[in-house]
Nanobody
Framework: QVQLVESGGGLVQAGGSLRLSCAAS????????MGWFRQAPGKEREFVAV????????YYVDSVKGRFTISGDNAKNTVYLQMNSLKPEDTAVYYC????????????????????WGQGTQVTVSS
């Protein structure tokens, strides 16, 4: 079992920054991939970024490349999402998720491929 707790959401003006945190507890293995997703009102939950727990390999959706950075602190069992140059269209509930059965090494970007989820944290970007 893996428990995930997100924090760091809030209200920010366009162009501003926020850093989201995802604290993981339970059995964490180096093979795990940790992802961030987001869901805007009336829309499907969409992939944002992912990092492999060991090695730090990362992948981003095109809409956030160059603005968002995913990172991990193994000692703290915490994954971060640094979000810069925020836009109103980034407004959503952001979810942390763990992909614990990915032994292929390929990047997973759909919700069904992730096994554990946090409760979400709201990010609102005003124009």
């Amino acid at each position: 079992q893996v428990q995930l707790v997100e924090s760091g959401g809030g209200l920010v003006q366009a162009g501003g920054s926020l850093r989201l945190s995802c604290a993981a507890s339970g059995r964490i293995f180096s093979s795990y991939w940790m992802g961030w997703f987001r869901q805007a009102p009336g829309k499907e939950r969409e992939f944002v970024a992912v990092i492999k727990w060991s090695g730090g390999r990362t992948y981003y959706v095109d809409s956030v490349k160059g603005r968002f950075t995913i990172s991990g602190d193994n000692a703290k069992n915490t994954v971060y999402l640094q979000m810069n140059s925020l836009k109103p269209e980034d407004t959503a509930v952001y979810y942390c998720a763990a992909d614990v059965n990915n032994y292929s090494g390929s990047v997973h970007s759909t919700t069904g491929e992730y096994d554990y989820w946090g409760q979400g944290t709201q990010v609102t970007v005003s124009s």
